[in-house]
């Protein structure tokens, strides 16, 4: 009935729901599950080996958005590639994230197998329609924005690019601590976190700490970052 054969990746952490999408998809005549992996890191390493149509990509793996890192990695380097995320909650801030990066659809992991199958089908085929409270969501962020480079997708493909310790001096500049107070927390030496912010401000192309903490609050990205960082010294 198919011409083609669909070559799917599987990447989600928890192992019963993975190992469900694997024998929801085994009996699917036009789908092929070639690779299940438990991290975004190995789902970055399955797709250089095994080179899939379509990616079930879950977004919190080894960390909240490591599927959406992963994503945004894949889809840099491979045009054809398609990615779905697979989610627990529907109202997911970083749902929005993903598709501006170019996913191209989002699964509930309590979906039906006939939801999954439809999803993979249309994505492969170019068919998958953007969702109306998406688009209106994107649209309305493009219309607020007056540049590229202070739009949300601008910032937070910068914040996606910090390391880990980045990000967590990042969050404790925007909780105003200073840097002597920053040494302090992280027990280093000053010019270690002199030699950081440095590099958060390069990538942001700031040239104040304080320009940074202004364009993460205008993107409403404060609580991702703290999130992300795993290091609020406030509570």
């Not at 739009?151 to 937070?156: D, E, N, P, Q, R």
């Not at 703290?226 to 406030?234: H, M």
Request: with cysteine.
């Amino acid at each position: 009935m198919y011409d083609n054969i669909i070559r799917v990746l599987i990447a989600e952490d928890m192992e019963p729901i993975r190992k469900r999408y694997v024998k929801m998809l085994s009996g699917i005549e036009d789908i092929q599950v070639i690779a299940d992996v438990a991290t975004g890191e190995e789902a970055v390493i399955q797709t250089h080996k095994t080179h899939p149509d379509v990616i079930l990509m879950d977004i919190e793996m080894e960390s909240r958005d490591a599927g959406l890192r992963a994503a945004k990695e894949l889809l840099e380097e491979y045009d054809n590639l398609k990615i779905i995320i697979l989610t627990v909650y529907e109202e997911d801030d970083l749902i929005y994230t993903a598709f501006q990066f170019g996913v191209c659809d989002y699964i509930l992991k309590n979906a039906m197998p006939s939801e999954v199958v439809t999803s993979i089908r249309d994505v492969y085929y170019g068919k998958a329609p953007l969702r109306p409270e998406l688009a209106a969501k994107i649209l309305g962020e493009f219309k607020r924005v007056k540049s590229y480079e202070s739009s949300f997708l601008y910032a937070v493909n910068i914040v996606t690019s910090l390391t880990g310790t980045e990000m967590e001096i990042l969050n404790l500049l925007l909780q105003h601590k200073t840097r002597k107070e920053i040494c302090k927390i992280r027990c280093v030496e000053m010019s270690t976190v002199k030699t950081q912010i440095r590099n958060i401000l390069q990538k942001f192309n700031k040239k104040s700490a304080g320009e940074v903490i202004s364009l993460i609050h205008s993107m409403n990205l404060y609580e991702f970052i703290r999130k992300q960082s795993g290091n609020d010294t406030d509570n």
